[in-house]
């Protein structure tokens, strides 16, 4: 495909449903911006000034089409402590950092890497975030009024209604608009958007960190920013592999690494902290049918044009219909089927989709959970091919030779299995290990395999090992 074809693929495909799925998105976005903004203990033009940066930014060097990244509560969470200590600009500063690391790593090319993600983990992943999307509903419900569950009820019915008359509209913009139309019409006292924090009333100005240029302020900054890149990698990682099984089309994995770095380094020049891709919108955009690079980049403007220019009528939207149109997201976003089928998988899979579950669950830490499955997968992997490796004797009319074949996988998992499967006794004049059937990963296994020939030459024995792979010297010689 030539790059015009390529371009006019990834950005006028289908406009007129980019357009309508990003109006959606930036609607959602506006209290999702403020409520992270309050997180990390900055101005709510902070998040929303981070949003429409890093959404507009991204539209062009992403790797995801239709993918929506902008300020999110995974990197709030992780800001807290240093907008408490430091302050503001210490945080710009730190999100530039930011974004530098994530353009090294994708420079690197280590964002291919994230296929190492086990499907059990990556399961895990998308249930905790349906848990989380759902819990983060929860304060704008707890001790609300009765009218409030009563525009819920009727936003859900038109959510999940709607499609059914057509789907030339996205559902989500139907049940924002004829909620807000009802509250403004009939006065109804409920929460809205205004409630949530003060709009910006002015347009993100460029600006450099206000912070010394010293190694003081790099020890300060450095711990964070790796941690903020390595957490909004991993989640923007994980949710383009789900817009990819979503939309049944690829992503550039490396491409989106390097972009979400631009994007994080533009965001605080222009008063904005770090984000990255957000799961929720994500599945907003692409369930109300976008699939190319517009309805980001649109979402992105429309997020300016609301706050800026819209913003008396945006603050009257009730939070009843935003926080419907997430509990519809949360509910579309579980995979349910995981749930139904846990009996009939593995348990070793099992156990692993549940961990890394409950571990983003409880600790609202992205990262944790999905670290501990990876760790969890690779362990029951190793556990499994390590008992792959056998060891068998042949029987040899040659009295006093031993004839051994060894088939399967020998690295540091198996190695204590294969050094016990060799009989030491009988003091044999010669031993042949067939090596033609095993693969030797290891200095480990390297290891065990001149254990077990030192064992029989130190018993007299003459040793013969045929068939090693091509890495198995180098592998001895550093054993």
């Not at 490396?254 to 605080?268: C, H, K, M, V, Y």
Request: with cysteine; proline share 4%.
């Amino acid at each position: 495909m030539s790059l015009i074809a390529s371009a006019r693929q990834q950005w006028l495909a289908s406009p007129r449903r980019d357009l309508l799925a990003g109006t959606v998105v930036a609607l959602a976005l506006i209290p999702e911006a403020i409520a992270f903004s309050i997180i990390a203990g900055v101005d709510p033009a902070v998040g929303l000034y981070a949003s429409v940066v890093i959404a507009v930014t991204i539209a062009f060097v992403g790797g995801r089409p239709a993918m929506i990244s902008a300020a999110t509560g995974a990197m709030a969470l992780l800001m807290v402590g240093l907008v408490r200590d430091h302050g503001l600009e210490y945080l710009f500063a730190a999100s530039i950092l930011c974004g530098v690391f994530q353009i090294v790593i994708g420079l690197l090319r280590l964002g291919r890497y994230i296929r190492f993600v086990s499907k059990s983990v990556m399961t895990g992943f998308v249930n905790a975030l349906a848990i989380l999307i759902f819990m983060a509903q929860m304060p704008q419900l707890i001790g609300a009024v009765w009218q409030t569950f009563a525009l819920l009820g009727a936003a859900l019915v038109i959510l999940y209604g709607f499609p059914r008359i057509t789907r030339a509209v996205p559902a989500p913009l139907v049940a924002i608009v004829v909620i807000s139309g009802f509250v403004m019409i009939t006065g109804l006292d409920v929460r809205t958007v205004g409630d949530m924090g003060r709009l910006p009333t002015a347009l993100p100005m460029f600006h450099l960190p206000a912070v010394p240029l010293t190694w003081e302020t790099l020890t300060i900054v450095a711990p964070i920013s790796a941690t903020l890149a390595f957490v909004g990698l991993l989640e923007s990682l994980l949710t383009a592999n789900l817009i990819d099984d979503v939309t049944d089309t690829p992503s550039d994995k490396d491409r989106e690494t390097r972009g979400q770095g631009i994007a994080n380094i533009l965001s605080p020049l222009f008063g904005g902290m770090a984000g990255c891709a957000m799961i929720g919108q994500s599945m907003i955009n692409v369930g109300s049918g976008a699939r190319g690079r517009l309805s980001t980049l649109w979402a992105g403007v429309f997020l300016l044009f609301l706050i800026l220019v819209l913003r008396d009528w945006v603050a009257r939207i009730p939070m009843a219909a935003l926080t419907a149109v997430m509990i519809m997201v949360s509910i579309g976003t579980f995979d349910w089927g995981s749930v139904l089928k846990i009996r009939s998988i593995p348990f070793q899979s099992s156990l692993v989709m549940v961990a890394t579950t409950a571990t983003v669950v409880a600790t609202h830490d992205l990262s944790k959970g999905v670290v501990l499955g990876v760790l969890l997968s690779a362990v029951f992997f190793m556990r499994k091919v390590a008992k792959t490796l056998t060891v068998v004797e042949i029987g040899t009319p040659q009295e006093g030779v031993v004839r051994y074949r060894v088939e399967g996988q020998l690295f540091f998992a198996s190695a204590g299995l294969f050094a016990a499967s060799f009989e030491h006794h009988g003091r044999p004049s010669r031993v042949e290990i067939d090596m033609a059937g095993a693969h030797l990963w290891d200095v480990t296994g390297a290891a065990a395999l001149e254990k077990v020939v030192d064992r029989y030459r130190r018993q007299g024995a003459e040793v013969t090992v045929t068939g090693l792979n091509t890495a198995s010297p180098v592998l001895a010689a550093q054993a």
